[in-house]
Structures are given as structure tokens and as C-alpha cells.
């Protein structure tokens, strides 16, 4: 073989895979053609609204600057602050926290922070991909730890688990 055609070959092979990736993402997403943006509005707090469940100032922003920061971080989508291709909105509906193991003498011996947040996603590039779910996870940590003393931690366990799960199920599909 020539020079020249083992160039012309991998340069074949090279524009062969490229276009036949589209719009794959190494993360696993995938990106209907045409979108380019994604909205996600301000997620409100009204878990104090259920019984059980507190109120915790702050949450809602917190969760809402998490779900922005790993579409960002996960696909090459602009972010908007309206009229995004994809449209992320709902609620967080549980911040609860309950004992989940007794020692002998029936005190709490672990205490379990379980946050829930119903998601209504809108894809206006393809309306197939929209639903309306709830997303929940916690973190148990002992009983003799007051929340404030783990509140960071836990939200951020927290938060990067209901947030994964809310890519998968809207870009990954899993």
C-alpha cells in the first residue's frame, strides 16, 4: 500500500466513526438531533407541606444549582433561562428524617435523611422522551449526630444520587 492510501483510509475511518456517533455523549447521553439548550426551573420546596416531612430552608436552591451543574457537566447542552430544548421543573415533596435501627433498649440507634422530589421533564425536540416521576434517596448516619452536623454531606450524597437518576431517565435512558 501507498502512503497516500493508508492516509485516505484513516481519514475514512476517522469520518466514519465521528459521524456515526451523532449526538452521543461519553457520558451515556443521548441527545435528540437539533437540541441545543436545556431550562431548569427553580425547584420549590413544599416538603413542609407533607405530613412528617420538614421544611429546610435553602433546599431548593441547592437541589436546583445540583440538577444545572451535571447537565452542564454531563453533556455539551447550553443552559437557558427560557425556552430550552429540554425543560426541567417540579418539586422537592419529602425531607424527612426517621429512625431506622433501636439498640436494646429501644432508643434510635441510626437516624435515615430521605429526600423526594417529583421532576416533570418536557424534551420539545421530542415528545416521546417526556414524564412526570418522583426521585428519592437518603443517607443514614448514627443516632447520636445531630443532622446539622451531617447536612452537608448527606445533601450532597443525596443530591448527586436524585440528580444522576434524573439524567439517566431523561438523556440516558436507562
Request: glycine share 6%; hydrophobic share 35%; charged share 20%.
Amino acid at each position: 500500500m501507498t502512503l497516500n492510501f493508508k492516509k485516505y483510509l484513516t481519514l475514512l475511518a476517522t469520518l466514519v466513526l465521528t459521524y456515526g456517533c451523532g449526538n452521543y455523549s461519553f457520558t451515556g447521553a443521548s441527545i435528540p438531533e437539533g437540541t441545543e439548550s436545556f431550562q431548569v426551573n427553580l425547584f420549590e420546596n413544599n416538603a413542609g407541606n407533607n405530613t412528617g416531612s420538614i421544611f429546610e430552608p435553602g433546599l431548593d436552591r441547592d437541589f436546583t444549582i445540583s440538577l444545572q451543574n451535571i447537565l452542564e457537566n454531563q453533556t455539551n447542552l447550553q443552559m437557558v433561562q427560557s425556552n430550552g430544548d429540554l425543560l426541567y421543573e417540579g418539586e422537592i415533596v419529602e425531607y424527612r428524617v426517621s429512625p431506622m435501627t433501636a439498640t436494646s433498649d429501644l432508643n434510635a440507634a441510626q437516624n435515615r435523611l430521605s429526600i423526594s422530589v417529583n421532576v416533570n421533564f418536557q424534551n420539545f425536540k421530542k415528545e416521546d422522551d417526556n414524564f412526570e416521576r418522583r426521585f428519592s434517596f437518603y443517607f443514614d448516619f448514627p443516632a447520636e449526630q445531630q443532622l446539622i452536623s451531617i447536612k452537608s454531606e448527606a445533601h450532597e450524597i443525596i443530591f448527586e444520587r436524585i440528580t444522576q437518576d434524573i439524567f439517566n431517565a431523561s438523556l440516558a435512558k436507562w
